[in-house]
């Protein structure tokens, strides 16, 4: 019974009965000054029966009670052994700060966070103040008075200075607890330790302030090139203005002494024929032959030199024309070849008529001369290069012009298309060296490029690439 009797449900149960069965005592006192004793037993007996029957019913309503007052208090129990869990997992420290005899209350967790031992805190709102950085102390202790004032959340991040002298920062967050009147009279919180959080921060922060300062080394470093760019570029314009001032030169000045000198010999030869001898004919037609190559070689010059100094503008050029209009340039040297010569569709693109005409020339001419002994065949067309029709968003293609003749080894690719590199003897073959390399000069001022692909004795295949439009 002290069991039961320990709860108030118990003593509520127990003054039940007992007020249940002084009912039932008065009953059977009535029934005692009746006239018929047996009804007087029976009715004694019935009471008894149903006062038994009601304690039975009173104790299991009890039972049920005290089941479920033991479930919550395990209930409550095991949530307060979670929530101690979470908090230690977390690093968390509680605290608790009595606002009108400024006392504290820490866990040991608490002790922990500011270097101390367990216990160490002497629990009041001064100490906490002295754990805390001199360079801080006075926006703490206003943050939190200004929270008290308004009974509003406090919520601050500070350091403390352990007694190592180690520094540490802190984040703390507090809820104060009023009054029934409004009154502030004490604050709950949480504290846990930030360092190396704000370790990072701080890392991450003078990352930002280098990167920063090379972004702005090197928007100055960008500045000055551009600046030591514009400089250049003036001084390549003013050089280009030099160099076309050397090309009149070139063309007026050097070709005029050698069309008197190929002129007075060939006057020379035919005058006093009969009176020289046959070497003094063998110089005269050798100083002739130097004469054409001269000239020759001062014209491909001055091409080479005005590709980019006497440049046309870009415009709609049909290459199928352009090819027509080579093949009629080159009729001659096509009949006494005897070559062949297939041209397939062509596109029209965005360049500048005359050096496509110039490209297009030089490499079918370099054809009909390197044919070897069969008379030349060659083959004229365009490609989608690598099997694509759009790089970097601009559609190209490939002029192509192939033949079968003696061909080269690859090894020497990169010199056939630099300024007076020959693979052959002057003597085997005619020309300046000059040719392959206008035309490297004309595919990259179309921001183009040409290659090409061979063996000895198997012909050669040269690919331009060009785009078939000019943003801008």
């Not at 010569?341 to 500048?352: F, H, R, S, T």
């Not at 290659?451 to 331009?464: H, I, R």
Request: proline share 4%; glycine share 6%.
């Amino acid at each position: 019974m002290n069991k039961f009797l320990s709860s108030s449900a118990a003593q509520i149960a127990f003054f039940a009965g007992i007020a249940f069965f002084a009912q039932i005592v008065a009953h059977a006192a009535l029934c005692w000054h009746g006239n018929d004793p047996l009804a007087h037993i029976t009715e004694v007996v019935s009471i008894a029966i149903i006062f038994s029957a009601a304690t039975w019913r009173i104790k299991a309503i009890f039972d049920r009670l005290e089941q479920r007052h033991r479930q919550t208090g395990d209930a409550l129990q095991d949530s307060q052994e979670k929530l101690e869990i979470a908090i230690e997992a977390a690093g968390l420290g509680t605290w608790e700060w009595e606002i009108s005899s400024a006392v504290m209350q820490w866990s040991a967790q608490c002790d922990a966070l500011l270097g101390l031992e367990s216990g160490g805190f002497a629990g009041t709102f001064a100490s906490f103040l002295q754990r805390v950085h001199p360079d801080d102390r006075a926006a703490v202790e206003r943050s939190l008075l200004t929270s008290k004032q308004q009974a509003s959340p406090w919520e601050m991040d500070y350091r403390v200075i352990h007694p190592d002298g180690s520094l540490h920062w802190m984040s703390s967050i507090g809820k104060i607890v009023c009054d029934a009147s409004g009154q502030a009279t004490r604050m709950l919180g949480v504290v846990r330790d930030i360092t190396e959080r704000k370790q990072i921060e701080e890392s991450l922060k003078q990352l930002n302030e280098s990167l920063e300062a090379r972004v702005q080394s090197r928007t100055t470093e960008l500045r000055q090139a551009n600046q030591r760019l514009r400089s250049l570029a003036n001084r390549l314009e003013q050089s280009n203005q030099e160099l076309e001032s050397f090309a009149f030169v070139a063309s007026h000045d050097l070709k005029e002494p050698l069309r008197t000198i190929h002129n007075f010999t060939g006057l020379l030869g035919r005058r006093y024929r009969h009176q020289l001898d046959t070497q003094g004919q063998d110089y005269i037609e050798r100083i002739q032959r130097a004469c054409t190559r001269m000239q020759a070689l001062i014209d491909d010059l001055l091409t080479l030199s005005r590709i980019t100094t006497r440049a046309q503008p870009f415009t709609l050029v049909d290459l199928n024309q352009v090819v027509q209009n080579t093949l009629l340039a080159l009729e001659t040297k096509i009949q006494e070849t005897n070559a062949r010569i297939n041209v397939g569709e062509l596109p029209k693109i965005q360049a500048d008529p005359g050096q496509m005409e110039q490209l297009l020339q030089n490499l079918i001419s370099n054809a009909l001369k390197f044919h070897g002994e069969s008379p030349p065949f060659i083959q004229i067309y365009s490609l989608p290069p690598n099997g694509s029709t759009e790089q970097a968003s601009i559609p190209l293609f490939q002029i192509v012009v192939e033949d079968q003749g003696i061909g080269f080894d690859e090894r020497y690719l990169d010199r056939i298309f630099q300024p007076f590199e020959r693979l052959h003897s002057r003597n085997d073959y005619d020309g300046t060296g000059i040719g392959l390399a206008i035309c490297r000069k004309i595919a990259e001022r179309h921001r183009g490029s040409i290659t090409a692909k061979s063996e000895p004795g198997q012909g050669a295949t040269f690919s331009v690439t060009l785009p078939t439009h000019h943003p801008g």
